[in-house]
């Protein structure tokens, strides 16, 4: 049945209601950049010490607001005000229709049904309604969460405008039925993207563990853990949750990931040892994570050797073929069959600006210096702030005596590498044997 209203859902959800009253002063403003940062708590301070005076906001912020923290009280009265200055105000009558069935005030919710011109409202219809008979409450809860789930999955929704109206949705749903637990996993989700991960904690806690969701909440607690800045904190507070749930399988991965972005190499390797040991089906990924931990703790020999393993698994990974390969290259080693596998990863993923470096590079090393310029240029146009990048087309361009213009983007490289990047010396070198000659 939802896809017969998917037309009406993205108009209602893209277009926001007309504004009420909009006015310039400080407090609208304030209200209106706290909104738009998803700050729904100082949407709802502004709106509070207003109350006394004439506030001319539209009011469609506050009432958003309101849901979403889950304050149905005040989003009530909100929505009061907004239906006494636009009686057919979408969102206000959606707060008002949910109240009225959450209470069992029908007659309420069927008052509502029309609008001033006694048209029915296709949303509101798909919402409350089916066969002309108002639904269960249970019903209307997974009614709310099919739009939320059709504009979350729909790729051409511009999230970035419309966070605040899912959340809406999502919070609506999850009124109506507080047992709904995939709407409240989706809640948390939708605040994990706006980055507020305190408030998305507290969602996703309300998840029991006898629910199908407990372990999709704690996996998503765990990730936003491994987010934070104080390593030891965040170490403690995921190992603490994958004992807690008998060393998930996700959940151990999370760990392991964290382990290696915070360059805790050994522990990684270890985690990730014994998550090949416990799924075979993405063994080849665990083995490629590992590879790259003993690639970066300076341990060629064990990351080759896990490379050709995932790739025994895995033979088309673009990733993996374009590591293996980018090794060999740098090492000097095995060009024409690294070149083999880098242009099939191309051809897998030719939006990777990673696998087109390494291809460049590699075309580089066969001494094919346009074609190497070629492709390093179209990976500059991508990336134009990749040092490593910069670099190499600093070499290449040295290696076809256009030497004022290595130095140029080798310089440029300098300004934009980081410690991470092991380039700043080298660098320092390849230009001061440039200003010598």
Partial sequence: MIKNYKYFIFIYILLFSKAILASSSASFLISQNAFNNYDFAQVL????INQGEEFKNDYLDELISAVVIEDILVAEKIAEKILLIDPDNQEAKLVQMTKAIKNNRLIELNSLRFDSASNKNDLLEFLFYKDNKIKTKSSISNSFLDIVRSSYSNRDVNYSQNYNFLLFYASLSIFLNRENYEAILIKGQLLQLINDFIFAEKTYLKIPENSQYFIDAQRNIAFNYSRENVFTDAENKIKK???????????KKILADFYRIKKKYDAAINLYTQLIVNNFEEAWYMFYLRGICYEQSDNWDRAEKDFIESLKLKRNSPDVLNYLAYGWIERDIKIDESFVMLTDAYNANPDSFYIL????????????????????????????????????LGDIYFAMNRKREAAYFWKQAKDLATPEDNLIEKIEKKLEKYNAS
């Fill in 45 to 48: 301070y502004e709106y509070s």
């Fill in 357 to 392: 470096d390494s291809l460049a590079w590699a075309y580089f090393k066969k001494k094919d210096y346009e074609k190497a310029a070629e492709l390093m240029e179209e990976v500059i146009d991508m990336v134009p702030g990749e040092a490593i990048s910069l670099d190499h």
């Fill in 241 to 251: 949750i994958v004992k807690k749930n008998n060393s998930d399988y996700e959940l």
